[in-house]
């Protein structure tokens, strides 16, 4: 389908945040925002950044085929990736996929036949410390198991939006591509919810309780510098 006028008003607010001559860096926030349009990057798409950016077809296809969060068939509403890298699949995280897999009858990339589930693995989703973890829409769900992965997405085939265990309530992978273009998202409360938690400073926890309170290098540690006095390599 053509683009909209509003994509097209959007696309041009991209590139304008770029230095003239450099508008192909606008490319990324331009592919999330087509994607917002039809929930793929489609041949239309790639056709219209292509022209808007005065590049190749085949330099847009080659952005888009290279990174995962650009999809080339229609994503279903909720995009649920779960992490099956070392962490967390030595913990449950190909337990968890599989029983998806089986619970909702689609594999990788594979969406549910009502459209509101996408499948997929994920390579790794950066959360080893809350290991296995599964997100949303690239909201966090973490230290699920089988059956807590379930009851998520039962939830979300309700039409209920489960809480993230961190990070913003969701919304719809349509929603969260304009965001990835760069958009605000106008919902009240939408950037509410909790950070990095006590898992993810533990290393430094255990390290700053094997240094005695107050020492230099105690300090050191906490602000992240070195005392002046401090011995360096080759002194």
């Given amino acids: 389908m053509p683009m909209t006028e509003r994509t097209r008003?959007?696309?041009?607010?991209?590139?304008?945040?770029y230095p003239q001559g450099r508008s192909r860096s606008a490319l990324l926030p331009m592919?999330?925002?087509?994607?917002?349009?039809?929930?793929?990057?489609t041949a239309e798409g790639i056709e219209f950044c292509a022209t808007?950016?005065?590049?190749t077809q085949a330099e847009?296809?080659?952005?888009?085929?290279?990174?995962?969060?650009?999809?080339?068939?229609?994503?279903g509403d909720w995009l649920v990736s779960v992490c099956t890298n070392l962490s967390c699949a030595l913990l449950g995280g190909e337990d968890v996929y599989a029983r998806l897999s089986q619970h909702l009858g689609v594999g990788h990339d594979q969406t549910t036949p009502d459209g509101a589930i996408t499948l997929e693995h994920a390579e790794c989703l950066a959360a080893c410390d809350y290991a296995p973890v599964m997100t949303v829409n690239y909201?966090?769900?973490?230290?699920?198991?089988?059956?807590?992965?379930?009851?998520?997405v039962d939830a979300l085939q309700r039409g209920e939006r489960?809480?993230?265990?961190?990070?913003?309530?969701?919304?719809?992978?349509?929603?969260?591509?304009?965001q990835l273009a760069g958009f605000h998202d106008p919902r009240p409360g939408a950037v509410a919810?909790?950070?990095?938690?006590?898992?993810?400073v533990a290393g430094l926890l255990i390290a700053d309780a094997?240094?005695?309170?107050?020492?230099?290098?105690?300090?050191?540690?906490?602000?992240?510098?070195?005392?002046?006095?401090h011995p360096t390599k080759g002194s």
């Fill in 9 to 17: 008003a959007a696309v041009r607010d991209i590139i304008a945040r």
């Fill in 31 to 41: 592919l999330h925002l087509v994607q917002a349009e039809d929930g793929c990057v």
């Fill in 52 to 55: 808007e950016l005065g590049i």
């Fill in 60 to 75: 847009v296809s080659a952005v888009a085929t290279f990174y995962t969060m650009y999809k080339r068939q229609p994503a």
């Fill in 139 to 152: 909201e966090f769900f973490d230290q699920v198991d089988p059956d807590s992965a379930v009851e998520i």
């Fill in 162 to 178: 489960p809480v993230p265990t961190r990070g913003a309530p969701l919304c719809t992978f349509v929603e969260a591509s304009r």
């Fill in 193 to 200: 919810g909790p950070g990095v938690g006590e898992p993810s």
């Fill in 210 to 229: 094997g240094t005695p309170a107050g020492t230099a290098a105690g300090a050191a540690r906490r602000t992240h510098t070195v005392p002046t006095d």
